[in-house]
């Protein structure tokens, strides 16, 4: 025989556990930013400071829907009910009771719904809770030192957008035992000092997670003002995409279905490896870009707000990765595939796509080694037009030089010299002679590439976008990695070899027909060589070129 007995819990060891989860501060209070912004808030304002007996306290306010009676008793419930949201960005609904008391042991909570409803407010005291041996909070009607409280704040928020809410919810930290001390748990020497820290690693974190949300010219997430002591934090986008020369090098949508084919949408994984400093001329890209062992790696969103990062998913992190950044991005109807605990962090991934997701990275992670090592990188600009130094002299001088017309009509590419018209590319697109042909239409005359065919150093290209001749420069060759390379920040020299072989491919182009052309490409196939037997004993460059 058996039966079920009903063993009542330690209520207090419980509640002491839950202050163990081991949350740092800033991940608690974006747990709490995390509720302002799913209950619609557009601004947003996070108070630390020092109280009177020296004792710190925290406080969050929102311009969100607000709660009644009904609403605070839920959300101070371990394990709220869920928002019937399908892009909720909560999970377990214990965020605001767990990081809360993680820090202090009395948490408050004051808000309305606005439309002239009670202003109402509920604790959890945790002393309380210890003495009674209770799940009990105390709940009721707005006191008039919450309400000055309440105003105060909302007086913050009118500052940061202009407008004064009339619903919303206050936060409050009070008896904060566990946010200034030291490793050991003992209390800091300089408390204010501390706190300015503890404000910096907020902004920073703050800034980072919730990026999308901050930025407002980032369409994929509405824009939601967060400021820390009335100081509004800036977006920090690790993938830099405000700089026009950041591209993703890598772009995969894995659809995910269900096992009978339901479809279940799409994760989304894109690669970027950021320019050297020297390739871009904007003086805020060095600070933005934060190029550094600590910030490479996979950066993961669950409906445009960081779950965790930067991490390499089994992936070893080395220097010469410093530039490479990955991201993966999905929605909360895919949360039992991406497994995260109650912080929001210490992410697990479904073992199938798990191994989908790594086998992309490995080409990328390669790319990436090359062009730190000097394998691809790009001599930089020297203008604010965003063009070399080269290109601006071609253009300057195109009249004067000896060369081919090329004639675009449709897919059709005719080079026209004193040889005669040769079609390098039929109606139809059908290659006639291998010469390469870009279509884009961005004017360049020197292109760079990380291989080309047959590893060569150097071929003639035409841009069909613009009609124009061009050469294609292999950055992996070992002449290029040799040569150039370590001499990228000497734009004289560069801008010289590249008059070099742009004026090498122009000529064969002047003088290329059906006939001549494997002529000429077994000629640069045999320069290209012997250059590289030539630079076999010069020194690789140095990765931090």
């Known amino acids: 025989m058996s039966e079920f007995v009903k063993i009542p819990a330690d209520i207090m060891r419980v509640v002491e556990g839950f202050r163990d989860i081991g949350y740092t501060f800033p991940v608690a209070v974006a747990d709490l930013v995390d509720n302002s912004i799913e209950a619609g808030a557009s601004v947003i304002d996070i108070q630390v400071y020092l109280q009177q007996d020296g004792k710190p306290a925290v406080s969050i306010v929102d311009d969100g829907c607000g709660m009644d009676r009904d609403g605070l008793l839920n959300a101070m419930r371990y394990g709220a009910a869920a928002v019937d949201d399908p ?10 009771k767990t990081a809360s008391t993680g820090f202090c042991r009395r948490l408050t909570l004051v808000s309305t719904p606005g439309g002239g ?58 008896k904060v035992d566990r946010l200034l001390v ?66 993703p090098e890598l772009k995969k949508e894995i659809k995910l279905a269900t096992s009978d084919g339901e479809d279940l949408g799409s994760v989304f994984v894109r690669g970027f490896i950021l320019p050297h400093k020297n390739d871009i001329d904007d003086p805020e890209y060095v600070s933005k870009a934060a190029i550094s062992l600590a910030n490479q790696g996979v950066y993961v969103y669950r409906e445009n707000r960081m779950i965790d990062g930067p991490i390499w998913l089994g992936f070893t992190k080395e220097t010469h990765l410093n530039q490479l950044r990955i991201e993966i991005s999905y929605e909360a109807r895919h949360d039992d595939y991406f497994i995260v605990d109650v912080k929001k962090k210490d992410l697990k991934i479904e073992p199938g796509l798990d191994e989908v997701i790594r086998e992309l990275l490995p080409p990328v992670r390669n790319q990436a080694n090359m062009e730190a090592r000097g394998r691809g990188r790009k001599p930089p600009t020297g203008g604010g037009d965003g063009k070399t130094r080269t290109e601006r002299g071609i253009a300057e001088k195109n009249d004067s030089l000896v060369g081919p017309e090329v004639v675009v009509d449709g897919e059709k590419v005719v080079v026209v010299n004193p040889s005669g018209d040769t079609t390098v590319r039929d109606e139809e697109g059908k290659s006639m002679i291998e010469i390469r042909i870009d279509d884009e239409p961005d004017g360049k005359r020197v292109k760079l590439e990380n291989t080309l065919p047959l590893g060569v150093l150097w071929a003639p290209s035409l841009g069909a976008g613009q009609g124009n001749t061009q050469v294609t420069l292999s950055t992996t060759h ?52 012997n250059l590289a037997r030539l630079v076999s004993d010069l020194p690789e460059p140095d990765p931090e070129t």
Not at 144 to 161: C, H, I, K, Y
Not at 482 to 499: G, M, Q, S
Request: hydrophobic share 35%; glycine share 8%.
């Open 87 to 96: 892009s909720r960005l909560g999970r377990f609904g214990l965020g605001l």
């Open 117 to 174: 409803v009670q202003k109402m407010f509920a604790t959890w005291d945790l002393d309380v809770v210890a003495e009674r041996n209770d799940w009990i909070y105390e709940i009721g009607e707005m006191t008039p030192d919450q309400g000055d409280a309440f105003e105060e704040a909302r007086d913050v928020l009118e500052g940061l957008t202009g407008e004064r809410p009339d619903k919303g919810t206050l936060v409050t930290w009070e």
């Open 182 to 247: 030291n490793r050991h748990g003992g209390e800091l020497k300089n408390p204010a000092a501390g706190l300015e820290t503890k404000k910096r690693q907020l902004r920073e974190h703050l800034g980072t997670v919730f990026h999308r949300y901050l930025d407002p010219d980032d369409g994929r997430a509405r824009t939601v003002v967060v400021a820390v002591d009335g100081e509004k934090v800036e977006p920090w986008d690790p993938f830099c995409e405000k700089f026009e020369q950041v591209k």
């Open 478 to 529: 070992d002449w290029y990695r040799k040569t150039c390379v370590p001499n990228l920040d000497n734009a004289n020299f560069i801008e010289a070899i590249e008059y070099l072989f742009f004026a090498l491919a122009q000529a064969e182009l002047n003088h290329v027909d059906v006939n001549m052309h494997p002529e000429l490409q077994e000629l640069r196939i045999e320069v290209s060589r």
